[in-house]
């Protein structure tokens, strides 16, 4: 395994050249987070459709348990059980539009992952960056466990365990653990762990910051990448299902699908389950014992358990959904734990949004009203006095100060905002499919894929490294 | 399906080109031998281990099941269920030496497959093609199922059901069902159905053809490509058992293996079976209550059933081996049949050679004397007096005429050659394997293989198509 410890060398001095003036040294944690010989047990794969082009290219990697889907470059990189999502990449000749001018691609975009670590990343493209339009760009970057990369740049860039960096730029910074940026340039910013920091230039701003001890209880890294918390608890509860599903090439589905609807054979399905039409449930999302109505979709590392989603609802990457029941429409964002019990059951009224990094975790029955927002740290019902709000009363505000929770700007625009993001996620996703081109999305798009199954070497010097590969183009 | 409909047309017209002045025509064979939908159906795979150079590569291909070890380039071709094994290439550097002369090869030697279609066919590197050293060809080739492709160059070939080409070089020319040619130039030349021919240039030639309406009741093809007979309804048999294991990822052995022997995890084993020291089973082999002794080995689309092998056999590329006990060193050569019953067994003596295309289908029970060698048809003990003799006396032989057979040339020579191929076969699939490198064998290199799984579009007008690859270089 000379090669794979040499590359995580490689990766460490990258990242620490961009990071150790911030004081940070990823050089242990990349040693010790996950144990050497997993590199080895597990195996990437690939999906072909008739969708998404293609040109699947990497030299020098290691890519154990990763997923991919759509044009991709990554060299000199360790993926780590990462889901790397080309299927929003934008093609040659789109026009794309920034600031008010438009220009137009000289070729489809490409996903640049080089001289990185993502463990359980989620990367997801639908990137809003005028640089260089054509190339989703993550570089030397070190992403923790559950952390999602949404909207690059990135590079040399450190992201804790379920941080998010959304509709990213960012450059050499640190975001702490479960804290969620929707970014920009932060070069040379430290955003500790547990901030939710959304913001647009000259428009608005929301902050929020858990109170003091929070973050360590669901999710704790150590120096030597070692990871616990309520988070880490509830996800490996159910690791296991997902063994017999990942050691078959083409894997069943023993549920009744729509035609309409896709869910993935790399998804876990258990218990007693409806899928209603135009539903997308995507690779390592885990459904147990759950309705999930007509246009609902649930993302990469989403767990919905013993829920209703009454329709159109979206459940961002990392969100986790547990004895609750979700009105029309309801949105949960990226890696929040919505955590009901059978005794303490949530009930969130239609139209409302939940906030990325929102954690409620019930200690006694919660209601959530139609239209709300809620943010932040729940465990009791009179918790959303100070961390929700109407979202009329949202689109009204000029700025207010509730809680931990300070928002500035026009709240007409931050509501809008939000609402045309998740109209955009359903259409993509295709919630409103109604059989014509036009309404097609992933549910429909991914339905006729395929994988490759690609595995590493397994002994000698290469032991755990890809040879080169190129597939399509 | 356009596409792949298209590629076959195309391949059609590349055959027909060379072998319709010999009254074939294709079409009709590979419209109909593989029903279009099968062609989806099956995922290829690629064997990496850090013994076999790759450079796989190719573009506009059909590979249905196919399994790939080493260098490779396809394009244009439909490759269905064929077992491409490259784990004897030469490489860059190697001297090679043909008729004396001694040349050096520029760079790896690649297996070049364009616009052929091999239908669960094997083909097996180990050329001795003095025209480009560097490249293992078949070229504008159709062969039927379960036929062996040995030692190239073939090129515009039609190759039937169940039929050898040996350490060949061909072109242009008729192979019929179950015929094995060991080849040189048979430009125009067609090889009836059954005859079974060695031949080295100016040293020996040895002729068998089967009698009238035999190789009919055990292979037949039709111009549609349907296969019928006793062979195909014994291998039909057994098709189910290899389901589970072609729907793995990384399928598991239930069986105690020896370090130093490699049972492919592709390879059936059922029932209760012995695996010796040093032994090799590879990829669509089926063992069923067997005794694998020592340094013995099984090749692609054998079948071994309720029989022992004392040590050091080999079972060529579709031997069939059923209630036979075989002494040590016992050969059994490419698709012969031995066929014994619970009631009439089959017994072999050690050293002893059953060449290539021989049908033992005992009525009664049979016993080979030590040391001898065994060919064409046989169903009772009295056939052996003229389908048979001892290698001592065939050492001795200048020529002669026994039953169906005829040999002329040097008797010597002939054992001497054939004698000499055996202890390279055990030499090179690592049967005397003692710890050291200079005796690893395929059995020792091929352990630590880890397998690529690559699907076919599923859908559009690409459906069946895989998308142009380029894996290693």
Avoid at 204 to 209: H, Q, T, V
Avoid at 210 to 229: A, I, M
């Amino acid at each position: 395994m000379e090669k794979l410890e040499a590359l995580f060398d490689h990766i460490a001095s990258r990242v620490n050249v961009n990071l150790s003036p911030m004081g940070v040294d990823v050089r242990s944690l990349l040693k010790n987070a996950i144990p050497r010989e997993r590199h080895l047990l597990y195996y990437a794969f690939y999906a072909l459709t008739e969708d998404h082009p293609i040109s699947f290219q990497f030299s020098n990697s290691n890519l154990a348990g990763t997923y991919l889907l759509g044009k991709t470059l990554v060299d000199r990189s360790v993926l780590y059980k990462a889901n790397i999502r080309g299927d929003e990449l934008k093609r040659k000749g789109d026009i794309v539009e920034f600031n008010g001018v438009k220009t137009m691609l000289f070729y489809d975009e490409v996903i640049r992952i080089i001289n990185s670590f993502l463990v359980k990343t989620l990367v997801h493209n639908h990137s809003k960056n005028p640089e260089v339009p054509e190339v989703f760009r993550i570089l030397n970057t070190v992403a923790m466990h559950y952390s999602n990369i949404h909207g690059t740049t990135t590079e040399g860039v450190y992201l804790g365990a379920f941080s998010t960096a959304d509709l990213s730029v960012m450059h050499n910074c640190i975001i702490g653990d479960f804290a969620y940026v929707q970014a920009g340039d932060l070069s040379r910013v430290t955003i500790e762990p547990g901030r939710v920091w959304v913001k647009a230039n000259g428009l608005f701003e929301f902050n929020y910051i858990y109170p003091k001890g929070v973050v360590e209880k669901y999710v704790k890294l150590d120096d030597n990448g070692q990871l616990s918390g309520v988070f880490i608890d509830y996800v490996d509860e159910f690791k296991e299902d997902f063994i017999p599903i990942y050691s078959t090439a083409t894997p069943e589905l023993d549920i009744e699908v729509p035609e309409s609807s896709y869910v993935s054979p790399y998804a876990v399905i258990k218990g007693d389950c409806e899928i209603g039409e135009n539903t997308l449930i995507v690779q390592r999302a885990h459904v147990e014992n759950s309705v999930i109505g007509r246009g609902a979709n649930a993302q990469e590392n989403c767990y919905i358990k013993n829920s209703i989603y009454e329709g159109n609802n979206v459940t961002a990457h990392g969100g986790k959904v547990i004895w609750t029941h979700n009105g029309k429409n309801v949105f949960v964002g990226f890696n929040s734990f919505v955590h009901g019990t059978k005794e303490n059951q949530i009930t969130i009224g239609r139209d409302s949004i939940i906030m990325p990094h929102t954690i409620i975790d019930a200690e006694e029955p919660i209601k959530i009203p139609v239209n709300s927002i809620v943010w932040g740290y729940v465990t009791k019902q009179e918790d959303l006095e100070t961390q929700s709000m109407s979202l009329c009363d949202f689109a009204k505000s000029t700025g207010f100060t509730l809680g931990n929770a300070t928002f500035t700007g026009d709240g007409k625009a931050f509501v809008e905002a939000f609402r045309h993001r998740i109209s955009h996620i359903r259409e993509e996703n295709g919630s409103d499919y109604d059989g014509t081109d036009e309404t097609r999305g992933h549910a429909q798009k991914t339905q006729d894929a395929c994988f490759n199954i690609l595995q590493p070497f397994q002994s000698g010097p290469e032991a755990g490294m890809y040879p080169t590969m190129t597939i399509g183009d």
